[in-house]
């Protein structure tokens, strides 16, 4: 059994190593060897890592040097980067939030940390677990995807060079697990802010003026968010010297200052969440190319925001801030689903549905029973599985269509049939079940009994969700063509990480009841408040409904064998139709196009329209959250 | 074998029939209240028959497999809801078969069916809130999600929740397909859109689609039932009851728009029940 150690080496520190390696060799063949060196270490030490019995690590070595000041001076060179990058943008924002968190760290650092501490650096609980697992399975498969999309891209845009895009890919890897990993609050805040950085090099990549201008909004936001989370350091350790999770969540629900502490923390993780009001950055990192987006912006970095929450839920349990996190998280799953009805592009579809999903999985955390808890650590397994694949898929599509706008994927089963009904699986795996998102939204309507608001919201926000999932799969699947389609020709490591995908989507869906018997046996450090019980759905039930879509899977399938010879039976239009598909013979016996749209009722949900309201409802929830600590 | 492990199977054997001859004794009294003679009551049987014994030469190559989820998933709730599982689980797996339904439409691009899918995602959109609050609303009252709760409360429950109940009469119009709030696909013959979300569903399958609606019909008034279940005709009364009602507005009102119909649901529907399940806690 290898060493703690060792494992948490490869975890956090190899990805580091491999990324500058990645800059430093700048040859295809090399990167290639590297990405899946690094995908296959990070995977098998993610699983070995469960096995562990050890949660805890003292961290503060590296290969004999101090761990520690290794850190401390890192934290520097990091706001020394944002700085430099906020000076090269002209950006006066990135600037103030950068200058203040260099003031805040020195203040911390140089006047008021002691020395001699005992706590250990690295502890996690099942939460870092369970997204560890994914960092590294989902995030590997999401590097594999990128080796022939980036060369695909950079065929018709230069941007800033592969090496660069997979170095900085790589090493978030290594950022996502110091960062899960993290005991100690400085550690924790060195790899929070390595993730900002990270994000902003991969949004500018293709350094045309759109990318700069949505890089730096996403560098300042982020900036503030790690602003709240050094400010809530700060303030912390002056108020009670704690500088760690384990000493900070052992105390139980807080009050007074030390809980404006945690809303800081709070808002640090909303703001890397984006959650209203801060949607604006996850928005503005759309134009990135698709597997920035699926890595960063999906699955594994705006999760971090919602760790964050989550590590810290014992400390607001019980409490009106607990309370009050569950009502932002319910006002922005309904809220920026809303604003997901209103849109046609497809990457901002599935960014607002991020945002969404993150709202609930707030949601979640903030209601704090045992089955609340339960749906968001499956929710956040589900989301990201499902979501990533969705992006993928919508890069590949866009690879081939050279449009993000769904209107153009009408119909692209006849066109792309593989990648299209990998998507409709993947938006059907959002919204029914028996796949996992539905069976925690389920769990999450439940616990939500005890918080009215948030059950009202979360009625209106599954309806939602409902919407504009259904529309875009029917939209995929709206082709025209009798014939059979041929499949489309796609690089093979693309197709490959999307199988994997779709059989992680299915494997998951299937292994549902395993996993939630894994998830009560796994090593906890997670305290609940009493609530509603998990709802029953047992294994025989559970089991009967998916043999019950297999069987009408098979019953429609073999209803299509007389089809074969007697052809499929021609749409109704307004008329006799012509030669041409979608065309018919209308009024002066003039041939007549059918065109169809879809509804997006921009006149309620638009972005345009909706944001502004919006973002205040969450200015004013927000502001009352940290007021409310002193209630 | 008790009655209670019966139950369900009955039901799924039973409903298609109670679903038909409610729809059968609708289309009675509509044609009654409008001086039409009528179609037999067994009408609706006989068109299903007559479906079913059509050839299969659907326009689309998902449209029988969407067909069948929508049948499977309808008679799978019906099943649930009559074997005491949680409500909000029976209204899940309903969910499906309409998304089904929906996916259906879409696949066979006429503009007919395209635009009946949408406006079919629109009432979805429009009920599925009010239909979960109403499953929030009777755990609140009666402490559980299931139908075993809700028979074994000792007082009515429309009682202590009768502005939910309210409001699930909008869920109730939207579902039975009757104006005004039969946008997608009305349940009588005056239709803009030729049959709605309906009309690439042909022979066997549509047969398949209207026993989904049965089923779905009868899922729908199983849940109206539970406000007055203290007996088995107080049963009979609010169901009766309800449908009449429905089948009156239904002859009194046009068909309003979509805005009209998501204005009434959120509005009116989502306030009457945050209302009445606000009450319930602070009580």
């Known amino acids: ?309 989550f590590r810290l839920s014992p400390c607001f349990m019980t409490t009106l801030l607990g309370d009050t996190i569950a009502w932002a998280g319910a006002l922005t799953f309904v809220l920026a689903g809303a604003l997901a009805i209103g849109q046609s592009n497809g990457k901002k579809i599935l960014a607002y549905s991020t945002v969404s999903n993150l709202g609930l999985i707030i949601a979640c955390i903030g209601i704090n029973t045992l089955s609340a808890q339960l749906a968001a650590g499956a929710l956040i397994v589900f989301h990201a599985v499902s979501k990533g694949l969705l992006f993928l898929g919508v890069g590949a599509v866009e690879q081939n269509i050279h449009s993000r706008d769904v209107e153009d994927m009408r119909g692209l089963y006849g066109r792309m049939p593989f990648t299209a009904l990998i998507m409709v699986l993947a938006a059907a795996s959002m919204i029914l079940p028996p796949f996992g998102m539905l069976l925690g939204k389920w769990t999450a309507m439940e616990a939500a009994v005890l918080n009215l608001p948030v059950a009202v919201m979360l009625a209106l926000g599954s309806a939602i969700t409902v919407f504009y999932w259904a529309r875009w799969a029917g939209m995929l699947l709206s082709s025209e063509t009798g014939a059979k389609p041929t499949r489309e020709p796609q690089p093979l490591l693309m197709r490959s990480t999307l199988v994997m995908l779709v059989v992680a989507v299915l494997a998951l869906a299937v292994a549902t009841p395993i996993l939630v018997r894994l998830f009560f046996n796994l090593p906890k450090f997670m305290t609940a408040i009493s609530g509603p019980a998990v709802p029953p759905l047992g294994d025989f039930i559970f089991y009967a409904l998916g043999g019950l879509v297999l069987l009408g899977l098979l019953l429609g399938l073999m209803a299509l064998f007389g089809v074969r010879k007697k052809g499929l039976a021609t749409l109704y239009y307004s008329g006799a139709q012509t030669t041409e598909p979608g065309e018919y013979m209308g009024p002066m016996n003039k041939p007549v196009k059918v065109l169809a749209s879809n509804y997006y009722l921009e006149g309620l949900f638009g972005e345009k329209r909706l944001t502004l309201w919006a973002n205040l409802a969450a200015i004013c929830l927000l502001a009352f959250l940290v007021a409310g600590v002193f209630l | 074998m008790s009655l209670a492990k019966l139950l369900p199977f009955i039901a799924l054997v039973a409903a298609p029939v109670a679903g038909g001859l409610i729809a059968g004794m609708d289309r009675k009294l509509t044609a009654r209240l409008q001086s039409r003679q009528g179609p037999p009551l067994l009408q609706p049987f006989y068109d299903v028959l007559k479906l079913l014994a059509k050839q299969s030469r659907p326009s689309s190559v998902w449209l029988p497999v969407c067909s069948w989820l929508y049948f499977l998933a309808a008679s799978c709730s019906v099943f649930l809801f009559f074997g005491g599982a949680d409500l909000l689980l029976v209204f899940f797996v309903q969910a499906f078969g309409a998304f089904c339904l929906v996916a259906g439409a879409y696949s066979a691009p006429s503009p007919y069916s395209l635009v009946g899918a949408q406006r079919e995602l629109l009432q979805i959109l429009a009920y599925e809130p009010l239909i979960i609050l109403t499953v929030i609303g009777l755990k609140l009252a009666t402490g559980g999600f299931d139908t075993a709760s809700a028979l074994a409360h000792p007082a009515p429950i429309i009682m202590k929740l009768p502005l939910v109940f309210l409001a699930l009469g909008y869920a109730l119009t939207v579902k039975l397909r009757k104006s005004p709030f039969d946008i997608s696909a009305s349940h009588h013959a005056h239709q803009e859109l030729v049959r709605g979300v309906y009309t690439e569903y042909a022979g066997p399958h549509l047969a398949l689609a209207e026993l989904a609606h049965w089923y779905e019909t009868v899922l729908i008034l199983g849940l109206v039932s539970l406000f007055w279940a203290t007996a088995w005709w107080t049963i009979l009364v609010i169901v009766l009851g309800s449908y009449l009602v429905e089948i009156f507005i239904d002859n009194m009102t046009a068909r309003l728009s979509w805005q009209w119909m998501l204005g009434a649901a959120w509005g009116i529907g989502i306030t009457l029940c945050t209302a009445n399940m606000a009450w319930l806690v602070f009580k």
Not at chain 1, 186 to 197: K, M, N
Request: aromatic share 12%; glycine share 10%.
């Open chain 1, 1 to 309: 059994m290898p060493d703690l150690n060792l494992i948490l080496l490869v975890l956090v520190g190899l990805p580091f190593a491999a990324g500058f390696l990645c800059l430093a060799l700048p040859f295809k063949p090399v990167r290639v060897v590297l990405v899946f060196a690094t995908c296959l270490a990070l995977a098998t030490a993610s699983v070995l890592l469960i096995r562990q019995p050890f949660v805890d690590h003292p961290g503060d070595s590296l290969f004999g040097a101090d761990l520690r000041t290794i850190i401390q001076v890192a934290d520097f060179l990091l706001l020394g980067l944002i700085l430099f990058y906020g000076l090269l943008r002209k950006s006066l924002l990135v600037l103030l939030t950068g200058l203040a968190q260099a003031g805040l760290l020195v203040y911390l650092e140089f006047f008021k940390l002691g020395h001699g501490h005992t706590h250990p650096a690295f502890a996690w609980n099942t939460i870092s677990l369970i997204i560890v697992v994914i960092v590294c399975f989902v995030g590997s498969l999401i590097c594999i995807y990128a080796l022939p999309y980036m060369k695909e891209h950079s065929s018709h845009q230069k941007g800033l060079g592969q090496p660069r895009f997979f170095m900085v890919l790589i090493l978030f890897l290594g950022a996502m697990n110091g960062l899960l990993l993290a005991n100690d609050l400085l550690y924790f805040y060195f790899f929070f802010e390595a993730t900002t950085l990270c994000s902003f090099l991969l949004i500018g990549h293709n350094n045309d003026e759109i990318s700069r201008k949505n890089s730096t909004l996403a560098l300042w936001m982020n900036s503030l968010g790690g602003l709240f989370l050094l400010g809530g350091i700060t303030l912390l350790y002056e108020k009670t010297g704690v500088l760690d999770f384990q000493g900070l969540t052992s105390q139980g629900p807080l009050s007074g200052l030390p809980l404006l502490a945690v809303a800081l923390f709070c808002l640090a993780g909303m703001v890397k969440a984006a959650q209203l009001p801060f949607q604006g950055w996850l928005l503005g990192a759309m134009v990135a190319p698709t597997p920035t987006s699926a890595l960063l912006h999906s699955s594994t970095m705006v999760k971090a925001g919602v760790y964050l929450i």
